[in-house]
């Protein structure tokens, strides 16, 4: 039977999907053959051109385009030179709002996520619906999600009080 999440899940409001991806597998297929699979642990979510902690919110770039496409996509970007983050799209087309994955068992972080899935930048605008190598697996849901203001984004005012990250 086939978990993955369909369209329709990415097709929302970013902060009905970013709760709701904790407890979520997220399933990395290696180039090497090997899968693995792992379990969401915290998410940020990031709300379109008006969240000032939103890179969106400058925008539409070349860095931010797949931001304003379709739920359902990977974004990812280069930070300190070294660490690929991972973010999938949510909303309608134009919606511009994605979400951080910030955490998963065992990798605390996005960096080390993304370290441990080995993200480059060939991941922009993957498609987390028919890709062979990264997508969402539905799973029991939670009922322990904590939120809480989100980390590193004190330079975007009113914005970095929102309680719009969420964990376990």
Known sequence: MDRRITAEFFLRDVLEVAPELIGKILVRQFGDGRMEKYRITETEAYRGVEDRACHASKGRTSR??????????????LIYGQYWLLNLVTGIE???????????????????????????????????????????????????????????????????????????
């Open 64 to 77: 931010t385009e797949v931001m304003f496409q379709e739920g359902g996509k990977v974004y990812v970007y």
């Open 94 to 168: 134009n919606d511009a709002s994605a979400v951080l994955i910030r955490g998963i068992e065992g990798f605390p972080g996005p960096g080390r996520l993304g370290r441990e899935l080995q993200l480059d930048r060939s991941f922009y605008g993957e498609s987390l619906i028919h890709s062979d190598r990264i997508w969402v697996e539905d799973a029991e849901p939670v009922s322990e999600v904590q939120t809480s203001k989100r980390i590193g984004v004190d330079y975007s005012g009113e914005w970095a009080a929102k309680l719009w990250r969420f964990y376990l």
